[in-house]
Antibody, heavy 118, light 108 residues
Framework: EVQLVESGGGLVKPGESLRLSCAASGFTFSKAWMSWVRQAPGEGLEWIGRIKSKSDGGTIDYAAPVQGRFTISRDDSKNTVFLQMNSLQTEDRAVYYC?????????WGHGTLVTVSS | EMVLTQSPVTLSLSPGERATLSCRTSHIVTNYLCWFQQKPGQAPRLLIYDASNRATGIPARFSGSGSGTDFTLTISSLEPEDFAVYYCQYRDNWGVLTFGGGTKVDIK
Protein backbone atom coordinates (compact mmCIF):
# COMPACT_ATOMS: atom_id res chain seq x y z
CA GLU A 1 0.00 0.00 0.00
CA VAL A 2 1.36 3.40 -1.00
CA GLN A 3 1.68 5.74 1.97
CA LEU A 4 2.94 9.29 2.23
CA VAL A 5 3.27 10.84 5.67
CA GLU A 6 4.16 14.51 6.06
CA SER A 7 5.57 16.03 9.21
CA GLY A 8 7.29 19.15 10.42
CA GLY A 9 4.53 21.71 10.23
CA GLY A 10 3.91 24.24 12.97
CA LEU A 11 3.68 27.89 13.95
CA VAL A 12 6.48 30.23 12.95
CA LYS A 13 6.95 33.99 12.76
CA PRO A 14 7.36 35.89 9.49
CA GLY A 15 10.92 35.60 8.21
CA GLU A 16 11.57 32.31 9.98
CA SER A 17 12.27 28.90 8.45
CA LEU A 18 10.72 25.46 8.62
CA ARG A 19 11.62 22.07 7.17
CA LEU A 20 8.91 19.63 6.18
CA SER A 21 9.43 15.92 5.60
CA CYS A 22 7.43 13.37 3.68
CA ALA A 23 8.14 9.72 4.44
CA ALA A 24 7.13 7.33 1.68
CA SER A 25 6.45 3.61 1.60
CA GLY A 26 4.79 1.00 -0.56
CA PHE A 27 6.53 1.85 -3.81
CA THR A 28 10.03 2.24 -5.28
CA PHE A 29 10.75 5.69 -3.91
CA SER A 30 14.06 6.11 -5.73
CA LYS A 31 12.29 5.99 -9.08
CA ALA A 32 9.48 8.36 -8.14
CA TRP A 33 9.08 12.03 -8.96
CA MET A 34 7.82 13.79 -5.86
CA SER A 35 5.84 17.01 -5.68
CA TRP A 36 4.76 19.38 -2.95
CA VAL A 37 1.35 21.04 -3.15
CA ARG A 38 -0.16 23.49 -0.71
CA GLN A 39 -3.63 24.68 0.14
CA ALA A 40 -4.28 27.94 1.94
CA PRO A 41 -7.31 28.03 4.26
CA GLY A 42 -10.50 28.02 2.21
CA GLU A 43 -8.56 28.10 -1.05
CA GLY A 44 -7.70 25.72 -3.87
CA LEU A 45 -4.66 23.57 -4.53
CA GLU A 46 -1.36 25.13 -5.57
CA TRP A 47 1.63 23.20 -6.91
CA ILE A 48 4.85 24.52 -5.44
CA GLY A 49 7.54 22.23 -6.76
CA ARG A 50 8.78 18.86 -7.94
CA ILE A 51 11.95 16.80 -7.70
CA LYS A 52 12.65 14.13 -10.28
CA SER A 53 14.28 10.81 -9.52
CA LYS A 54 18.07 10.73 -9.65
CA SER A 55 17.89 8.34 -12.60
CA ASP A 56 15.90 11.02 -14.46
CA GLY A 57 18.41 13.70 -13.57
CA GLY A 58 17.11 14.79 -10.17
CA THR A 59 15.89 18.06 -11.64
CA ILE A 60 13.98 20.35 -9.32
CA ASP A 61 11.46 22.95 -10.48
CA TYR A 62 9.51 25.46 -8.43
CA ALA A 63 6.46 27.63 -8.83
CA ALA A 64 7.17 31.34 -9.06
CA PRO A 65 5.77 32.32 -5.62
CA VAL A 66 8.33 30.14 -3.81
CA GLN A 67 11.30 30.25 -6.18
CA GLY A 68 14.41 31.29 -4.26
CA ARG A 69 12.84 30.75 -0.82
CA PHE A 70 11.88 27.06 -0.86
CA THR A 71 14.18 24.11 -1.56
CA ILE A 72 13.13 20.54 -2.28
CA SER A 73 15.53 17.68 -1.67
CA ARG A 74 15.35 13.92 -1.26
CA ASP A 75 17.10 11.14 0.61
CA ASP A 76 16.49 7.90 -1.24
CA SER A 77 18.18 5.90 1.54
CA LYS A 78 15.39 7.07 3.87
CA ASN A 79 12.57 7.14 1.33
CA THR A 80 11.98 10.76 2.30
CA VAL A 81 11.49 14.02 0.46
CA PHE A 82 12.01 17.36 2.16
CA LEU A 83 10.76 20.90 1.74
CA GLN A 84 13.00 23.56 3.27
CA MET A 85 11.06 26.81 3.57
CA ASN A 86 12.95 30.01 4.31
CA SER A 87 11.81 33.61 4.72
CA LEU A 88 8.28 32.45 5.42
CA GLN A 89 5.53 35.00 4.90
CA THR A 90 1.96 35.14 6.15
CA GLU A 91 0.74 34.15 2.71
CA ASP A 92 2.64 30.85 3.03
CA ARG A 93 0.15 29.74 5.65
CA ALA A 94 -1.34 26.52 4.30
CA VAL A 95 -1.62 22.79 4.56
CA TYR A 96 1.33 21.29 2.69
CA TYR A 97 0.92 17.96 0.92
CA CYS A 98 3.41 15.72 -0.78
CA UNK A 99 2.14 13.80 -3.75
CA UNK A 100 3.40 11.35 -6.33
CA UNK A 101 2.20 9.16 -9.16
CA UNK A 102 2.65 5.40 -9.00
CA UNK A 103 1.55 3.39 -12.01
CA UNK A 104 -0.49 6.36 -13.26
CA UNK A 105 -2.36 6.78 -9.96
CA UNK A 106 -1.92 9.92 -7.88
CA UNK A 107 -1.26 9.49 -4.17
CA TRP A 108 -1.34 12.19 -1.50
CA GLY A 109 -0.28 12.41 2.09
CA HIS A 110 -2.62 13.72 4.78
CA GLY A 111 -0.83 17.06 4.84
CA THR A 112 0.88 19.14 7.49
CA LEU A 113 -0.24 22.60 8.58
CA VAL A 114 2.12 25.56 8.45
CA THR A 115 1.01 28.73 10.19
CA VAL A 116 2.97 31.96 9.81
CA SER A 117 1.98 34.64 12.26
CA SER A 118 3.61 37.26 14.42
CA GLU B 1 1.30 28.09 -19.19
CA MET B 2 -1.55 25.69 -18.76
CA VAL B 3 -4.74 27.00 -17.17
CA LEU B 4 -7.61 24.78 -16.02
CA THR B 5 -11.04 26.38 -15.70
CA GLN B 6 -13.72 24.52 -13.80
CA SER B 7 -17.42 25.26 -13.98
CA PRO B 8 -19.66 25.83 -12.29
CA VAL B 9 -18.02 27.12 -9.15
CA THR B 10 -20.90 25.77 -7.08
CA LEU B 11 -23.45 23.11 -7.98
CA SER B 12 -26.48 22.80 -5.73
CA LEU B 13 -28.22 19.46 -6.12
CA SER B 14 -30.28 16.96 -4.17
CA PRO B 15 -29.30 13.36 -3.37
CA GLY B 16 -30.18 11.11 -6.27
CA GLU B 17 -29.65 13.82 -8.89
CA ARG B 18 -27.02 13.74 -11.59
CA ALA B 19 -24.01 16.03 -11.31
CA THR B 20 -22.06 17.22 -14.31
CA LEU B 21 -18.80 19.06 -13.67
CA SER B 22 -16.71 20.69 -16.37
CA CYS B 23 -12.97 21.27 -16.70
CA ARG B 24 -11.60 23.21 -19.64
CA THR B 25 -7.87 23.35 -20.36
CA SER B 26 -6.15 26.25 -22.11
CA HIS B 27 -4.12 23.89 -24.32
CA ILE B 28 -4.87 20.51 -25.77
CA VAL B 29 -4.27 17.67 -23.32
CA THR B 30 -3.47 14.17 -24.54
CA ASN B 31 -3.44 12.44 -21.15
CA TYR B 32 -2.68 12.99 -17.45
CA LEU B 33 -5.99 14.73 -16.74
CA CYS B 34 -7.47 13.56 -13.46
CA TRP B 35 -10.20 14.38 -10.99
CA PHE B 36 -10.00 14.55 -7.21
CA GLN B 37 -12.59 14.79 -4.48
CA GLN B 38 -11.83 16.72 -1.32
CA LYS B 39 -13.85 16.87 1.88
CA PRO B 40 -13.20 19.38 4.69
CA GLY B 41 -10.08 18.56 6.67
CA GLN B 42 -9.09 15.74 4.32
CA ALA B 43 -6.51 15.29 1.60
CA PRO B 44 -7.63 15.10 -2.02
CA ARG B 45 -8.77 11.64 -3.08
CA LEU B 46 -8.16 10.44 -6.63
CA LEU B 47 -11.36 9.55 -8.48
CA ILE B 48 -10.45 9.49 -12.17
CA TYR B 49 -7.09 9.32 -13.94
CA ASP B 50 -6.19 9.73 -17.60
CA ALA B 51 -9.54 11.46 -18.13
CA SER B 52 -11.76 8.41 -17.97
CA ASN B 53 -10.29 5.66 -15.78
CA ARG B 54 -11.73 5.13 -12.32
CA ALA B 55 -9.18 4.77 -9.56
CA THR B 56 -9.15 1.74 -7.29
CA GLY B 57 -12.23 1.49 -5.10
CA ILE B 58 -14.11 4.36 -6.72
CA PRO B 59 -17.84 3.62 -7.19
CA ALA B 60 -19.20 3.19 -10.69
CA ARG B 61 -21.45 6.26 -10.30
CA PHE B 62 -18.34 8.37 -10.93
CA SER B 63 -17.27 8.62 -14.55
CA GLY B 64 -14.92 10.82 -16.51
CA SER B 65 -14.99 11.75 -20.15
CA GLY B 66 -13.60 14.21 -22.62
CA SER B 67 -10.61 14.92 -24.76
CA GLY B 68 -8.69 17.81 -26.21
CA THR B 69 -9.56 20.77 -24.02
CA ASP B 70 -12.95 19.78 -22.58
CA PHE B 71 -13.38 17.25 -19.83
CA THR B 72 -16.32 16.20 -17.69
CA LEU B 73 -16.80 14.44 -14.39
CA THR B 74 -20.24 12.92 -14.00
CA ILE B 75 -21.78 11.58 -10.83
CA SER B 76 -24.77 9.62 -12.03
CA SER B 77 -26.78 9.70 -8.81
CA LEU B 78 -25.53 11.71 -5.87
CA GLU B 79 -25.08 9.94 -2.57
CA PRO B 80 -24.91 11.93 0.70
CA GLU B 81 -21.15 11.32 0.92
CA ASP B 82 -20.57 12.86 -2.53
CA PHE B 83 -21.16 16.43 -1.39
CA ALA B 84 -17.65 17.83 -1.50
CA VAL B 85 -15.27 19.91 -3.61
CA TYR B 86 -13.98 18.45 -6.85
CA TYR B 87 -10.76 19.45 -8.60
CA CYS B 88 -9.40 18.60 -11.98
CA GLN B 89 -5.65 18.39 -12.36
CA TYR B 90 -3.25 18.19 -15.28
CA ARG B 91 0.29 16.83 -15.08
CA ASP B 92 2.68 17.71 -17.87
CA ASN B 93 5.64 15.67 -19.10
CA TRP B 94 7.96 17.52 -16.72
CA GLY B 95 5.80 16.65 -13.70
CA VAL B 96 4.40 20.14 -13.22
CA LEU B 97 0.91 19.97 -11.76
CA THR B 98 -1.85 22.42 -12.63
CA PHE B 99 -5.16 22.50 -10.81
CA GLY B 100 -8.56 23.86 -11.63
CA GLY B 101 -10.20 26.20 -9.16
CA GLY B 102 -12.63 23.55 -7.96
CA THR B 103 -16.37 22.93 -8.05
CA LYS B 104 -18.25 22.66 -4.80
CA VAL B 105 -21.17 20.25 -4.92
CA ASP B 106 -23.51 21.14 -2.10
CA ILE B 107 -26.91 20.03 -0.94
CA LYS B 108 -29.85 21.92 -2.39
Amino acid sequence: EVQLVESGGGLVKPGESLRLSCAASGFTFSKAWMSWVRQAPGEGLEWIGRIKSKSDGGTIDYAAPVQGRFTISRDDSKNTVFLQMNSLQTEDRAVYYCTTVVERLGYWGHGTLVTVSS
Amino acid sequence: EMVLTQSPVTLSLSPGERATLSCRTSHIVTNYLCWFQQKPGQAPRLLIYDASNRATGIPARFSGSGSGTDFTLTISSLEPEDFAVYYCQYRDNWGVLTFGGGTKVDIK
